[in-house]
Structure formats: C-alpha cells, structure tokens
C-alpha cells in the first residue's frame, strides 16, 4: 500500500485546514486509516483515527476541533481541522493499518502562527 498525503500549511490561530491522504495498492478490505502528529522534541502520538466501519478514536485536545472522515470507495481519509492553536502546529502523518501491518505516508506540515 502507497500512501499519499496532502493538505498542509500556514494558518493563523482559530483558522481551518483540511488533510488528505489517498491508499492505492493491493487494500486490505479490513483496515483502519488515520492521522498521527509529531512536533519538534516531542514524540509522535495519534490526532485521530477510523475504521472501515466507522469507529473512530480522537486525542481529547483535539475532539471537537477535529473531524476524521474517509470515502471508502476511494480509500481516502480526511481530517478537517478548525479552530487551530499553535500547540497543533507538527508535522502529520497518515497511517493505514491492516493485517496487523503499519505503513505510513510522507509527512505534511501544519503550521498555527500569526
């Protein structure tokens, strides 16, 4: 699986961004995609994730501000960030996940400055 991701910048504070990230390859039909953040000095943790399902998981900072989405025909996912804090500002990093096998896309950096 390919992993192509989209959708970062430079955003003021209370601004919006949208990520993107498209699967191609042999899919498994089982599989969870999400999105992962990794800021200077800090470890990498998870922003949000969603399941083929539907069954999503949040980082409590961000539930609420954040929307995880996917259109399973295209094996995409989508993460709508509003209402932006500097603190979010990191390089984001799409993961999908099946067969008990991570892969990760390249990163894309959102930045929150004004």
């Known amino acids: 699986v390919q992993l192509q991701a989209s959708g970062g910048g430079l955003v003021q504070p209370g601004g919006s961004l949208r990520l993107s990230c498209s699967a191609s390859?042999?899919?498994?039909?089982?599989?969870?995609m999400g999105w992962y953040r990794q800021a200077p000095g800090k470890q990498r943790e998870l922003v949000a994730t969603i399941s083929r399902t539907g069954i999503l998981n949040y980082l409590e900072s961000v539930r609420g501000r954040f929307t995880i989405s996917r259109l399973n025909a295209e094996a995409t996912v989508y993460l709508q960030m509003n209402s932006l804090k500097p603190e979010d500002t990191a390089a984001y990093y799409c993961?999908?996940?099946?067969?008990?096998?991570?892969?990760w896309g390249q990163g894309t950096q959102v930045t929150v400055s004004s």
């Open positions: 993961k999908f996940t099946a067969r008990g096998i991570d892969q």
């Open positions: 390859g042999d899919i498994p039909r089982a599989n969870i």
